[in-house]
Antibody
Framework: DVQLVESGGGLVQPGGSLRLSCVAS????????MSWVRQAPGKGLEWVAN????????YYVDSVKGRFTISRDNAKNLLYLQMNSLRAEDTAVYYC??????????WGQGTLVTVSS | DIQMTQSPSSVSASVGDRVTITCRAS??????LAWYQQKPGKVPKVLIF???SLQTGAPPRFSGSGSGTDFTLTISNLQPEDFATYYC?????????FGQGTKVEIK
């Protein structure tokens, strides 16, 4: 079955940076668009960013534009989320997810990012 | 941006009940809507995509309907394992947006 495993979360101070990684396996990574979705503690789901199969197109929610960058390395089956200028409101579990044209079909287990001094 | 208004925010129901959850889009999204189930501490699972297509492996008691701006998720014959939070997601235009969620609780 599809596997997505995130890493890189942790505690960071406001204004700091963090890079999340997601290693994909058991499917042809380069055939799929990928996404990051987050969920603040006790809150609902929020879509963060998408990247196309070849990395040529990227899309972001307004609240992270200019601060977060989604990228991928198809040779290593890796998805990344570079997060800069972090704010308290970025505190959340961040999920890596696989995209189909009409849905997100598989999710990783998530990695917790806590932004606090 | 396309806003998704989901209702109700919570519903209490009994095993065997029929539960209906709605999502309204702020503009037409055709059938570009999916429904997800999330249990506490667990990862979301897709139930319905393209507004009415049942995801492989999802129980047939889950059904979706609607197009344009108004969508419905129906759970027929509610089972104990269905007590969870449900979200709609529009994938018509960026930014993608989720509804606020509906918590289905045991009456």
């Amino acid at each position: 079955d599809v596997q997505l495993v995130e890493s890189g979360g942790g505690l960071v101070q406001p204004g700091g940076s963090l890079r999340l990684s997601c290693v994909a396996s058991r499917f042809t990574f380069s055939d799929y668009g990928m996404s990051w979705v987050r969920q603040a503690p006790g809150k609902g789901l929020e879509w963060v960013a998408n990247i196309k199969q070849d990395g040529s197109e990227k899309y972001y929610v307004d609240s992270v534009k200019g601060r977060f960058t989604i990228s991928r390395d198809n040779a290593k089956n890796l998805l990344y989320l570079q997060m800069n200028s972090l704010r308290a409101e970025d505190t959340a579990v961040y999920y890596c997810a696989r995209l189909m044209p009409e849905k997100i079909d598989y999710w990783g287990q998530g990695t917790l990012v806590t932004v606090s001094s | 941006d396309i806003q998704m208004t989901q209702s109700p925010s919570s519903v209490s129901a009994s095993v065997g009940d029929r539960v209906t959850i709605t999502c309204r889009a702020s503009q037409g999204i055709s059938s570009w809507l999916a429904w997800y189930q999330q249990k506490p501490g667990k990862v979301p699972k897709v139930l319905i995509f393209s507004a009415s297509s049942l995801q492989t492996g999802a129980p047939p008691r889950f059904s979706g309907s609607g197009s344009g701006t108004d969508f419905t998720l129906t759970i027929s014959n509610l089972q104990p394992e269905d007590f969870a939070t449900y979200y709609c997601l529009q994938v018509k235009g960026f930014p993608w947006t989720f509804g606020q969620g509906t918590k289905v609780e045991i009456k």
